[in-house]
């Protein structure tokens, strides 16, 4: 039977896993100071990039031998530059758990056609990074934003290793611990944990992966878009905030603020606390119910961001129609929107429980769910 409308509602019901909530604090009023109607390449717009680097790296502790660059098109541009710029020189280990790691091991058998060898496992699974050749290169995505498995940490990476490590980390910078000494590339985009807007992305390099880019020169050409040389040496402006083509200021900005807000929350270590707690809500619930549990099937790669669960309930379980209907059910009565499972994944609920997410919205969303899904199953029994 399902249960009467729950008493309270979530405050703030985005609970989408891209775009991300804003910070709790967001307010447009904030954003006045954005040089609108100037060039980026002015004395202002210059400033505000190279603070917005600078204070990535001060929250992220980012190496200061790393660079750290401003580059188009999210994610999704600072993986595709890094690969497109970096791999051929040797075979490469192509690493996927999830979509996003499945489409970059697609551009590199049937794109760049590289020597590559394929890891994949299983949505609720995760590779055996022990397995893997380091003397390879290794592209990998250190949290699954639709798969919710995550990299329990880097201790299966060697430091001495001669391949580069490429890094997916979109949804899981400011979240959880990178190891940037294991780290050769890694990417973000600031609409993910910090709640900012899209369409650009954070790539940082290390040492030797700038080594890579200086001694090497890909067989394919090279969009202008995808560029980070000149002459054979790196273009050092591009990590000074000279961007390759025209950022938003107005998304500048507002990546300023969700940056100044996470410094106010405690910075890495408060955006730490802040995704753990909202996770162990859902994982709690989760615990208490035998019809509904996480898609991650280890405890220790359980992402604290990007948290998928699916519909055990034999009735139900992969039951696309129903999880579809549940979460349609939710965003009706304006609770939650935006959880429905991502498109390749198996059909459940995908719930953000990044830092810009307040505890106390995902514990009043947590009886809707329940009320949701007795709903649902309710009318189908009603149909059957």
């Known amino acids: 039977m399902a249960t009467s409308l729950p008493a309270t509602r979530p405050a703030n019901p985005r609970f989408s896993s891209g775009p991300c909530a804003k910070p709790p604090t967001f307010d447009l009023a904030t954003l006045e100071g954005a040089p609108l109607g100037r060039s980026h390449r002015a004395a202002i717009g210059k400033s505000k990039l190279a603070q917005a680097i600078d204070e990535t790296r001060q929250i992220l502790g980012v190496p200061d031998d790393y660079r750290i660059g401003i580059v188009p098109a999210s994610d999704t541009g600072a993986f595709e530059m890094a690969m ?3 791999l051929g020189e040797r075979p490469c280990e192509m690493v996927a758990w999830e979509s996003f790691g499945a489409g970059w091991v697609t551009d590199a058998v049937k794109q760049l056609k590289l020597d590559a060898r394929v890891h994949e496992a299983e949505y609720g699974e995760i590779v055996d990074m022990g397995t893997l050749d380091y003397d390879r290169d290794v592209c990998f995505t250190w949290n699954g934003t639709t798969s919710g498995v995550r990299m329990p940490d880097g201790n299966a990476i060697p430091e001495g290793r001669a391949g580069l490590t490429l890094c997916d980390a979109t949804s899981a910078a400011f979240a959880q611990d990178l190891p940037w000494d294991k780290l050769d590339v890694a990417t973000f985009s600031w609409q993910k944990v910090l709640g900012g807007e899209a369409a650009h992305g954070m790539l940082i390099l290390s040492p030797r992966a700038v080594e890579r880019l200086e001694s090497y020169t890909p067989a394919w050409p090279l969009p202008k878009i995808f560029r980070l040389t000149k002459g054979g040496k790196l273009n050092e402006g591009i990590f000074r905030g000279e961007t390759i083509n025209t950022p938003s200021m107005l998304c500048v900005e507002d990546y300023l603020q969700a940056l100044a807000w996470a410094r106010s929350v405690g910075g890495l270590g408060g955006l730490f606390d802040r995704a753990d707690r909202n996770a162990r809500v859902v994982w709690d619930f989760c615990a208490e119910r035998d019809w509904i549990d996480n898609l991650a099937k280890d405890p220790a ?39 429905g499972s991502y498109r390749d994944a198996p059909p459940g609920l995908r ?12 514990e009043a969303l947590m009886p809707w769910i329940d009320w949701a899904y007795h709903a649902e199953l309710d009318a189908k029994q009603a149909a059957a």
């Open 84 to 86: 497109w710029s970096l």
């Open 301 to 339: 790669t359980r992402s604290n961001t990007s948290v998928c669960l699916a519909f055990t309930d034999p009735a139900v379980a992969g039951d696309a129609a129903f999880a579809k209907a549940v979460a349609k059910r939710l965003e009706a009565e304006g609770v939650a929107l935006d959880v």
């Open 351 to 362: 719930i953000w429980c990044g830092g810009t997410v307040e505890a106390s919205d995902l």
